[in-house]
Structures are given as structure tokens and as C-alpha cells.
């Protein structure tokens, strides 16, 4: 169930819609059996958004044996933020792509609440944080977040927001 949650929390959100929709758009001809097909996919995107989250889901699942999951509880005096993009990659491979280029890693990153997050790995750079998390990793959490946020970030603290450098995505 949790991983279903998760494959849902990926796709249901707008910055996902509108660049998947902008990716299947680009890729249909400007035709009138392709404006048709543009048609389709915008007005039954609710049904796509749902099989993809359901395909997510299953894959987070049936992957559990091979993925690093990482339970994180934060002792720290700054909260975990969240934003209208819940679930982030944090594989470090990444920051080398190319625009519009779809990673082939993920280490996918869900703050559940202020103090607990949790994570589900293709990598074991994570693991660690099973132990504990310091203030600079809550920080570079927040950070990702932040910068992966389509319009809003979250916080049960006024000041961490305050504090926080963003702008949306855009």
C-alpha cells in the first residue's frame, strides 16, 4: 500500500502533468488523427496519471529485495519541509544531466513529517542516515525540495521558510 502511496505522489501532481504532457505532445504530429490523439491523452490524462501511479507503485514493490530503504527520524531543530512536488530523486546522477534527459537512477525521497522521511534507494549512499541525520543534511534535504518545488514549499515553522532561497520551477 505504502509503495502504491508513493507511485501516486510522483505522478499526481501538476509539475509532473505538465511535463509529461508537454513530452507525449512534443511527440505527436501535427496531424488531424495526431491533434486527435492530443486530444485524448489531455482530456483522459486522469486515467493515465492513475495507471502510471499504480506502475510506479508496482515497481517500488516488486524491486523491495533489490532497493536500499532508509527510515529517517530527525532529532534536529529544523523541521523537514515538503512541497506540491512530495517525492524527490536525490541520486547524485542527476545533477550531470542533460535538459529533458530522464535519469536512469533514483533514491527517492518523501518527507512524511517534520521529523520522519523516508526513502527508497537504487544506491546505498543513503544508508547511513538510518543512524541519525545532522543539520546539513536536513538542510540539503530542505534544499532539493525547495528547488524541485513547482509553486509552493510546506513548513510547520514560519522561520525555516523564511530562511529558505527558492523560486519556482519553472
Known sequence: DFCCYLGHQITRTKFFRERTLKAVLENIPDTPKGKFYAHLSKKNWWYVNFMLGLNSGWAFYSSRKDSHKVA?????????????????????SIDSLQPGEAPVYMDLYIAISPRYAYMINDSPDFNHLAGGISEADVQRFNSRVADMAHLSVYSNEREVLAGMKWKPAS
Open 72 to 92: 529517517i527520524v530527525n532529532n534536529t531543530l529544523i523541521p523537514f519541509v515538503t512541497s506540491d512536488n512530495p517525492v524527490i530523486n536525490m541520486h547524485s
